[in-house]
């Protein structure tokens, strides 16, 4: 028993018990790592996976630590968004149609555990600087978050004045995007500005050890991947370079995305809703097509777009509606492929490894000593339970256990603000 006083209080308090588990220890667990491995015990610690197996460790019992049955449920890798806005998007409309930032619970309530942030169509109101900010607030919440440099513009909005510094310099920095293409709200980037945007990726990548890759928006408009395609043809960069997101919002467009994939290029699906009788993929039905076509497993990723504004445009390019995607449209993929009898195997890794090996992020992605304690629970339904982030729990039960340090705007202020 010890004595310890707290930050509220100078009232002695008897604590029987540490307030933080050293380790954890999960006892029969289905583990899919992605590839489904079968009933493992995983003993986490430090924020990692230090022991995976088919027997239950010794403890000592001075070693404080917590010892969960998980009784046959299904864990898998914590989900990697590949594509969200983290600032909030949307402006379109006007200033009062900004979305607000995404909070970390938002994030982890859908299974969500590490994050890359983008910049939309207001690179003005908003840049590189906030979405740093906002990236590092996410981290000291407790999961793991990225973003790119610029957004739709081009030339892109820096930090340090160039793309190459950004994401040689800037730690939370690896790749540059979105840069739109094929849509009225692009500044129409020619093939030679196309071209450096990817060489300074790729070179600050090879400097710096990331992703390097350049994050393309693509519309709605007729000209597609073609740009995409040009650079292909015409130059030495690699296909891997190049990574065109929303490919399954026109058929057509998501077609011309597969044959893409098969020169090398991965493919990011993204997890918006699609009407009945509109000419798009929902994204399970996107996954679906790209899997029984027998395409290269590992090309092909899904995102949420979450924070992300949803608009109808008219003909003249106003908008006309508008919506707000959401971090659980992911899950909630996931969760509608399981339902239609495809298994954790074949579907997972556009979610987990696809993305970590796309965006070189080797401790994330996978379930292996060494990885990063990122992982998720499943209920009966595949979604997300319990959720852990860098060895914490966030989700239990489904109960949020933590959430942003500062709370979010309502009505009537708070009686206190949140303890650390």
Request: charged fraction near 20%; glycine fraction near 10%.
């Amino acid at each position: 028993m010890r004595i310890i006083l707290t930050r509220t209080s100078f009232h002695p308090i008897v604590q029987f018990r540490p307030r933080i588990a050293v380790l954890t220890l999960l006892l029969h667990a289905d583990l899919h790592a992605p590839e489904h491995i079968g009933i493992r015990s995983l003993l986490l610690g430090g924020g990692q996976v230090l022991w995976v197996g088919s027997e239950r460790p010794s403890l000592d019992a001075a070693i404080p630590h917590e010892v969960i049955d998980l009784a046959g449920a299904r864990v898998i890798p914590g989900l990697i968004d590949g594509h969200a806005h983290l600032t909030g998007g949307g402006g379109e409309a006007g200033f009062a149609t900004r979305v607000s930032p995404v909070p970390v619970e938002v994030f982890t309530a859908a299974g969500i555990t590490t994050v890359i942030g983008v910049l939309g169509t207001d690179t003005v109101g908003r840049d590189a600087a906030s979405l740093v900010a906002t990236a590092r607030a996410l981290e000291e919440d407790g999961i793991q978050a990225y973003c790119h440099t610029g957004g739709y513009s081009v030339p892109p909005t820096t930090l340090t004045g160039s793309v190459r510094g950004d994401i040689v310099h800037i730690d939370r920095m690896i790749g540059v995007g979105e840069v739109a293409i094929s849509d009225h709200r692009s500044s129409q980037p020619t093939l030679d500005e196309i071209l450096r945007l990817a060489s300074d990726a790729h070179v600050a990548g090879l400097i710096a050890g990331k992703a390097g890759i350049l994050h393309l928006h693509v519309g709605d408009g007729p000209r597609g991947l073609s740009l995409i395609r040009s650079a292909l043809d015409q130059t030495e960069l690699p296909a891997r370079v190049f990574n065109p997101t929303h490919v399954n919002r026109r058929r057509a467009l998501f077609d011309e995305a597969c044959e893409l994939a098969k020169l090398g290029v991965t493919i990011d699906v993204t997890a918006f809703p699609v009407a009945a009788g509109e000419d798009a993929y929902s994204a399970e039905d996107a996954l679906e097509r790209y899997l029984d076509a027998d395409l290269p497993r590992e090309r092909i990723t899904i995102s949420s777009d979450g924070g992300g504004c949803l608009p109808v445009h008219d003909c003249q390019g106003q908008v006309e509606s508008y919506g707000t995607a959401h971090p659980t449209s992911l899950s909630e993929t996931l969760a509608r492929l399981l339902g239609r009898g495809r298994s954790l195997a074949e579907v997972l890794p556009a979610f987990t490894s696809n993305v970590a090996t796309l965006l070189r992020l080797p401790h994330v992605g996978h379930l292996a000593v060494g990885a990063t304690a990122d992982l998720v629970v499943l209920d009966s339904d595949g979604g997300p339970e319990s959720v852990m982030a860098r060895g914490a729990w966030h989700v239990r039960n489904r109960v949020q256990l933590r959430s942003a340090r500062i709370p979010a705007w309502t009505s009537a202020p708070p009686a206190s603000l949140p303890q650390e």
